[in-house]
């Protein structure tokens, strides 16, 4: 059972649509981050939330960090073929913690 | 830019085998990390070292070890390669640990077959 769920496992969008992706748990992280891995190579930092209620932007990409602290999301604006990718959401639970990932959703942008 | 060097891309090892997978930082990162990456399972944490004389344990270590000679280096040691242990290993490091909300920095990651 995977500590951080993410949802949908894959989505197939066209060029200039929105999509949001999910990361929900039922532990509380002291923060979560956000990183996207494109074939071939290893994932790449994105974003790191550390507040309840947090929002941050970055260019047309939305995330949010829930005020509990359980669950955060990725919202895409006119997503573009450059977005796709496998996006995975970590988190880590305590200050001495590890960083424990989810199982990532696979985004696809077809022109 | 931190560099992240896993020394293989591809590996096809057979049953039995010992197996080693490099993996240089170029950083002087402190921290340094091995998953392996499952579809529909993400990535799981094998082994990690906060320190060139500490090594410990991850979610998954049965089947592996690590060296950690010099602080750069971090080596993935599979004792005795077995058909379960196919999977892409990812190489990690950060200047601090995790809960100090320091990015990880990947290496492009080494595909191990084993037959």
């Known amino acids: 059972t995977q500590l951080l769920e993410q949802s949908p496992q894959f989505l197939s969008i066209q060029e200039g649509e929105n999509l949001t992706v999910y990361c929900n748990s039922s532990s509380v992280f002291s923060s979560l981050q956000w990183y996207r891995q494109e074939p071939g190579e290893g994932p790449v930092l994105l974003v790191t939330?550390?507040?309840?209620?947090e929002v941050k932007k970055l260019k047309r990409l939305t995330f949010q960090f829930g005020d509990a602290r359980k669950d955060s999301s990725l919202h895409i604006t006119a997503a573009q073929p450059g977005d796709t990718g496998l996006y995975l959401c970590?988190?880590?639970?305590?200050?001495?913690?590890?960083?424990?990932f989810g199982a990532g959703t696979q985004v696809v942008v077809t022109p | 830019d931190v560099k992240v060097t896993q020394s293989s891309r591809y590996l096809v090892k057979r049953t039995g085998e010992k197996v080693f997978l490099e993996c240089v930082q170029d950083?002087?990162?402190?921290?340094m990390f091995w998953y392996r990456q499952d579809p529909g399972l993400g990535l799981r944490l094998i082994y990690f070292?906060?320190?060139?004389?500490?090594?410990e344990k991850g979610d998954i270590p049965e089947g592996y070890s690590v060296s950690r000679e010099k602080k750069e280096r971090f080596s993935l040691i599979l004792e005795s390669a077995s058909t379960n242990q196919t999977s892409m290993y990812l190489c990690a490091s950060s200047l601090f640990p995790p809960g100090r909300n320091s990015p990880l920095h990947f290496g492009n990651g080494t595909r191990l077959t084993v037959t």
């Open positions: 070292s906060y320190d060139v004389k500490m090594k």
């Open positions: 950083m002087d990162h402190e921290n």
């Open positions: 939330v550390v507040t309840g209620g």
């Open positions: 970590a988190g880590v639970r305590f200050s001495w913690g590890k960083l424990q």
